[in-house]
């Protein structure tokens, strides 16, 4: 049915390709929705005390469904009557829906064997909105269950969660180029796009900027380690205490995992400074706990800092944003000053320092994303602010990547391109034997004493030549590496002229012009030329008769007598 055949027209062909683009999109998000349902179904058939029957379960697996694309759910039955808010996604089940979404854009808009390619922005629509209707009647079923979607989040988080995922989808089957910008967009940032630079440039911004918040992020987690393994002994009483039979502690055990995302960034912004907040009236920083936690009975929360005054190990916390800073730096430097690349190639200090405040501003927008995302409310009450708060987790990583990365960058790119250092580097040829301090001093020697043409050392030659002895091919090599000219001026007189200054000499002491040399070359170019040559003994041209010596005696004017016939006479 959705075969892309040539024999289509293209109007009808379109059209399939969107419907298929639509049922990819719905089939994504009913894999998601009926994978958790499977799971909460089983954990519903193995609890000895289900509260609800299979309804109750499919609606309650629904409404988890949305939360995991950043829907806030509403628990209708509590003590007091009213409604309380769930705000806090586990983070780890957002990767399911994204995920599904994303690799159904991704094969929509991959060509098709003939090489035909459909439109993205088609491919994009028809995914988002097969999607969507799926998210539209999970909303509609799970409202009346036990945990009811907020009608309002559905546009947003959610839809743009998932708009997000498909638009990734799309730009992966593209190749992700870098480029071009849609025709609406500003023409400033499309002919910056075109140019080579400055995609290089964003390039190295956006992964020093995902750097720095997976630095964060690891460094959090770490943090929430240490913290839970000096409470071992209360997170562990907390887990026994909330369910008393093994199904209820695998859904524990399985919530806990889904939070460990959460519990890292909320180290993250401890170690930042902000910290995050445990209930309305109390706040946890590394200055230490301020207030009065309302606290809800969890493993995970047994890392939350007792009150009071901070320790010297809560101080410690505060290594991780150092460490993030330096890991943006690094990957900056990584294009700016490569330990291996020429220095040629090196950025300038203005840019090294702007491309890592870039990727700073970069990390702290990711990081207010993430802890917003990470935290929210459990509650009404004191329990209705909870978690990191987005708008100075953000600020707080912009400040310590950029107060530490930048400095950083530049120091590190100074001693890479120190002067007694660049011995080593590509761009410098290696000389065996000598330091580093001898070959710079030799290129200078070299660079300060040109040679000079050789029309001028034939000029300066002596009256008297000496034989010329072939040099040795050592001596011939040094020669080189003092100063060799791989080009010289051309002299301007005839090579016969030239040759006459050397008076008739080649290297070798021999007389060029003379009756053996010329014939011993015509047989050897009769020889080398196969038979083509005419068969003729080497003759003298008229024109260069005058340059041979005359053998004729001289007469008492100084003047020679002329010869027999056929020998030429000099002339005075």
């Excluded at 706040?283 to 320790?311: I, K, W, Y």
């Excluded at 010596?549 to 005075?572: H, K, L």
């Amino acid at each position: 049915m959705t075969e892309r055949s040539p024999m289509l027209p293209p109007e009808r062909t379109r059209t399939l390709i969107l419907a298929s683009a639509l049922l990819r999109g719905a089939v994504a998000a009913g894999l998601g929705l009926g994978s958790l349902a499977v799971l909460v179904t089983v954990l519903w058939i193995s609890s000895p005390y289900p509260d609800s029957g299979p309804g109750g379960a499919l609606r309650t697996a629904a409404g988890i469904w949305l939360l995991a694309h950043g829907a806030e759910l509403l628990r209708p039955d509590t003590l007091s009557g009213v409604p309380a808010p769930v705000g806090v996604v586990p983070l780890l089940l957002v990767a399911g829906p994204v995920w599904l979404a994303h690799r159904a854009a991704r094969d929509a808009a991959e060509p098709d064997e003939a090489g035909r390619r459909p439109s993205q922005a088609g491919v994009f629509c028809a995914v988002t909105a097969g999607y969507l209707l799926v998210v539209a009647g999970a909303a509609a079923y799970a409202r009346g269950g036990s945990l009811r979607v907020v009608p309002e989040t559905l546009a947003f988080p959610v839809a743009l969660v998932v708009a997000g995922a498909a638009a990734a989808g799309v730009w992966t089957a593209a190749g992700r180029p870098f480029g071009p910008l849609p025709s609406w967009a500003p023409l400033v940032l499309q002919e910056a796009m075109a140019r080579t630079l400055f995609r290089d440039r964003a390039e190295a911004v956006c992964r020093a900027a995902a750097t720095g918040a997976a630095a964060l992020l690891g460094g959090g987690a770490l943090v929430v380690a240490v913290a839970l393994g000096r409470n071992a002994a209360a997170a562990q009483e907390s887990f026994l205490v909330l369910s008393g039979d093994w199904s209820g502690r695998t859904a524990v055990l399985l919530l806990a995992v889904a939070l460990v995302p959460n519990a890292a960034l909320w180290g993250a912004a401890y170690g930042l400074g902000p910290g995050f907040a445990l209930g309305t009236g109390a706040t946890a920083t590394p200055l230490g706990l301020s207030g009065t936690p309302a606290v809800p009975d969890f493993p995970l929360l047994a890392a939350v800092p007792e009150p009071g005054a901070a320790t010297p190990l809560n101080w410690a916390a505060c290594a991780v944003p150092v460490v993030a800073a330096l890991a943006v730096a690094w990957c900056v430097l990584r294009r700016a000053a490569p330990a291996d690349g020429p220095r040629a190639r090196a950025w300038s200090p203005r840019e090294t320092a702007l491309t890592t405040g870039l990727a700073a501003l970069g990390c702290g927008a990711l990081m207010a994303l993430l802890t917003a995302a990470a935290g929210g409310p459990l509650g009404t009450g004191a329990l209705g602010a909870f978690g990191p708060v987005g708008w100075l987790a953000g600020p707080a990583a912009l400040a310590w990547t950029a107060i530490v990365g930048v400095p950083a960058a530049l120091l590190v790119r100074l001693w890479r391109l120190r002067e007694p250092g660049w011995a080593w580097r590509r761009d410098v040829p290696e000389e065996t034997g000598k330091t580093p301090e001898e070959a710079g001093e030799r290129k200078r020697a070299k660079k300060a004493a040109p040679v000079e043409p050789k029309r001028a050392a034939a000029s300066a030659a002596p009256a008297t030549p000496e034989p010329v002895t072939a040099p040795d091919g050592d001596a011939m090599d040094d020669d080189d590496d003092a100063g060799f000219e791989p080009y010289d001026f051309l002299p301007t007189d005839p090579w016969h002229e030239h040759e006459k200054d050397l008076h008739g000499k080649d290297l070798h002491g021999k007389d060029w012009h003379g009756k053996d040399e010329r014939e011993a070359r015509w047989a050897s170019l009769k020889q080398g030329s196969g038979g083509l040559m005419a068969d003729f003994p080497a003759h003298i041209p008229a024109a260069l008769r005058s340059d041979e010596p005359s053998a004729a005696p001289a007469d008492n004017d100084g003047r020679s007598v002329q010869g027999t016939q056929g020998t030429p006479g000099a002339t005075p």
